[in-house]
């Protein structure tokens, strides 16, 4: 799972070509500057390798971990559950910073929240600093998101998620894609009593990065 670079909405140039009749090339902005009216798109992936299929929910605020988790808990509810018949544990692969990094507490903290709901164990992998470009997500989902909508503006969310959600490969990949209008807010304040709540079993070989979030089914 990660986050896809951020996209100013509105009538911005796109990196890339795409046919048009001769003589009537589509006009752009001249700068690329926010357009406070039309926001932004937020996109965050999750991307099952086994399936080859992908999950992208486009935030419309803030990338937060509660965006972040709420990702996965779509995930899950929409496909996840379907394809996977009573799973004890579920495996994600994340970058190290970000609003899914190692040290957010907020990150563990809906974690938490995410297993007590699923009775999943959900073991985390974190990939060590500079090395986010190992992530299979840039390589087997984003990398073709942005060929799909190579030289198209991206004036509206709506826009963004028919463009998601259109992408397909050769190899199978299918992508669902839906706009999560939920209000994020940045700063929020984990205390160190809501943190020791959290049923963390850290692995021997760096824990910081490598660790499981067990249930607690009296919550």
């Not at 799972?1 to 048009?20: F, Q």
């Not at 937020?42 to 965006?67: H, L, M, R």
């Not at 390589?139 to 397909?168: A, D, K, M, Q, Y």
């Amino acid at each position: 799972m990660d986050t896809k670079k951020k996209e100013n909405l509105g009538e911005k140039a796109n990196v890339g070509r795409e046919y048009r009749p001769k003589g009537s090339p589509r006009e752009v902005d001249t700068h690329d500057f926010p357009d406070k009216k039309k926001g932004k798109a937020i996109p965050y992936g999750v991307y099952d390798i086994k399936q080859n299929e992908a999950w992208v929910s486009i935030g419309i605020n803030c990338d937060t971990a509660e965006f972040a988790v709420e990702a996965i808990r779509r995930w899950w509810r929409e496909l996840g559950r379907k394809r996977y018949r009573r799973p004890t544990r579920l495996l994600v692969t994340a970058d190290c910073g970000g609003s899914n990094g190692h040290r957010n507490r907020l990150w563990k903290i809906e974690l938490q929240k995410l297993a007590n709901k699923t009775g999943m164990t959900i073991e985390v992998c974190h990939y060590p600093p500079g090395t986010s470009k190992w992530n299979k997500i840039e390589h087997r989902l984003f990398c073709h998101i942005t060929r799909n909508w190579r030289g198209v503006p991206l004036e509206t969310h709506e826009i963004v998620v028919n463009l998601v959600s259109s992408t397909r490969t050769n190899e199978g990949l299918e992508v669902h894609c839906w706009l999560d209008e939920g209000e994020y807010k940045k700063g929020r304040k984990v205390t160190n009593r809501e943190l020791e709540a959290v049923r963390i079993k850290r692995n021997v070989f760096h824990g910081d990065w490598n660790y499981e979030i067990l249930p607690n089914r009296k919550s």
